[in-house]
């Protein structure tokens, strides 16, 4: 008797999720509703283990498409504060190269644009310590190359097609005789 093996390499997949996402209330809640909405799609023929696996594939994918959408809106956010703090300082500028101004009206005025933009720095430095803090923890994790996806690549609400896909490509990972 020949044993034959067929080996198939696969990516580590997700070692752990990142926590920190479940933090905020209103981001469980839209979990909680979406993992609801995913295990409504099982069938109650399924068995334990199969039920499991769906379960965690759209626990995974799930929380990785929120911590993404955080990550999305504090990068917009850095955007728009940048954006301002650029049109400050163009300000600051215009001010300074108009001659029709008096010099202590120009200096009042720039004085209060070097505060705004103090102020929007400030702002800045606190949307980047944010967005490092969410990134610290690495999630872009290597999903299976025929398996689990991120439900941001133009599908909507595909994760049984992911999961049976999985599921499959496990299947052929077996020994065979």
Same mark, same amino acid.
């Given at each position: 008797?020949?044993?034959?093996?067929?080996? &198939?390499?696969?990516?580590?997949?997700?070692?752990?999720?990142?926590? =920190?996402? !479940?933090?905020?209330? /209103? #981001?469980? +809640?839209?979990?909680?509703?979406?993992?609801?909405?995913?295990?409504?799609?099982?069938?109650?023929?399924?068995?334990?283990?199969?039920?499991?696996?769906?379960?965690?594939?759209?626990?995974?994918?799930?929380?990785?498409?929120?911590?993404?959408?955080?990550?999305?809106?504090?990068?917009?956010?850095?955007?728009?504060?940048?954006?301002?703090?650029?049109?400050?300082?163009?300000?600051?500028? &215009?001010?300074?190269?108009?001659?029709?101004?008096?010099?202590?009206? =120009?200096? !009042?005025?720039?004085? /209060? #644009?070097? +505060?705004?933009?103090?102020?929007?720095?400030?702002?800045?430095?606190?949307?980047?310590?944010?967005?490092?803090?969410?990134?610290?923890?690495?999630?872009?994790?290597?999903?299976?190359?025929?398996?689990?996806?991120?439900?941001?690549?133009?599908?909507?609400?595909?994760?049984?097609?992911?999961?049976?896909?999985?599921?499959?490509?496990?299947?052929?990972?077996?020994?065979?005789?």
């Amino acid at each position: 008797m020949k044993l034959k093996k067929k080996t &198939k390499q696969s990516g580590p997949g997700i070692v752990k999720l990142n926590t =920190k996402t !479940l933090e905020v209330p /209103k #981001v469980v +809640s839209e979990i909680e509703t979406e993992v609801k909405q995913m295990m409504e799609q099982t069938d109650k023929f399924w068995s334990p283990h199969t039920w499991l696996e769906f379960l965690k594939v759209a626990i995974r994918s799930i929380v990785s498409a929120k911590t993404s959408k955080i990550r999305r809106g504090i990068r917009e956010e850095i955007g728009e504060c940048e954006d301002e703090i650029n049109q400050l300082e163009n300000l600051n500028i &215009k001010i300074l190269t108009d001659q029709s101004q008096d010099n202590s009206f =120009k200096q !009042l005025r720039t004085e /209060k #644009v070097s +505060s705004a933009t103090l102020s929007l720095n400030a702002k800045l430095e606190n949307h980047w310590k944010k967005l490092s803090d969410t990134t610290s923890f690495v999630t872009k994790a290597k999903w299976f190359e025929y398996g689990e996806r991120t439900p941001y690549n133009g599908r909507q609400n595909s994760y049984s097609k992911d999961f049976w896909s999985l599921t499959n490509n496990l299947q052929h990972a077996v020994l065979r005789l």
